[in-house]
């Protein structure tokens, strides 16, 4: 049982538009979510987060929005750089508990020149 | 400024062997998270452990696997009798608090088994 998704394995975006990654969840008791960007044969590195009683949050170039009612977050990346190509997970946890995230299968963004 | 570390970075073991992987988290953290990555598929977590206690260990196979973070030293995940399928790429994770926050990774074990 999936309880994360990311329909899209991969996704590519010329150098300087926006990339946006998607993310649904089915388990209407997450309320923390996450995205981590991972290299290859490297750990996953922490990106940015949102809490359920936000809509949006931003930091530099990423910006992740939630959508409780549709259980829907994205990832905005403005504008994409060369250096952001990796595997993006989405990830989502319950506050409160034992706090273990579960994670999506992931997307590999390619950002091309 | 040492993030989390673990060691060995790669292993290899035979079937039937027993394969530790070991985890330090970052300094003022004491929360422990193992997450196993398999080919082609996302993280899933094993097990959640503080110091000296395991808190959660729903993700941890029933037989063979045990985990433990003592007083003293580093965070184990111990398979015994290790078998093909237990070839993956292993994740060790800390945070400072639980509750949902940020878990902040190490660069994983890749074990193969032979």
């Known amino acids: 049982d999936q309880q994360v998704k990311q329909n899209s394995p991969s996704l590519s975006v010329q150098e300087g538009r926006i990339s946006i990654l998607n993310c649904d969840y089915t388990n209407s008791m997450f309320d923390y979510f996450l995205w981590y960007k991972k290299y290859p044969a490297e750990g996953p590195t922490f990106l940015i987060s949102i809490s359920s009683i936000k809509d949006k949050n931003e930091d530099g170039r990423f910006t992740v929005f939630l959508n409780k009612s549709a259980k829907h977050l994205s990832l905005h990346i403005v504008p994409s750089q060369p250096g952001d190509s990796a595997v993006y997970f989405c990830a989502a946890s319950v506050t409160g508990t034992a706090s273990k995230l579960t994670f999506g299968t992931g997307t590999r963004l390619q950002v091309t020149l | 400024n040492a993030g989390v570390m673990q060691n060995p970075r790669h292993l290899v073991r035979r079937r039937g062997q027993e394969a530790r992987l070991r985890c330090s988290p970052m300094?003022?953290?004491?929360?422990v998270y193992w997450y196993r990555q398999l080919p082609e598929e996302g993280l899933k977590f094993m097990v959640y452990l503080q110091k000296e206690n395991i808190i959660d260990e729903s993700g941890m196979p029933k037989e063979r696997f045990s985990a433990e973070f003592p007083k003293e030293g580093p965070s184990i995940l111990r398979i015994q009798q290790v078998v093909r399928g237990d070839s993956a790429a292993y994740f060790c994770a800390s945070s400072p608090v639980s509750g949902g926050n940020e878990q902040y990774f190490g660069p994983g074990t890749r074990l193969t088994v032979t």
């Open positions: 300094k003022g953290h004491s929360h």
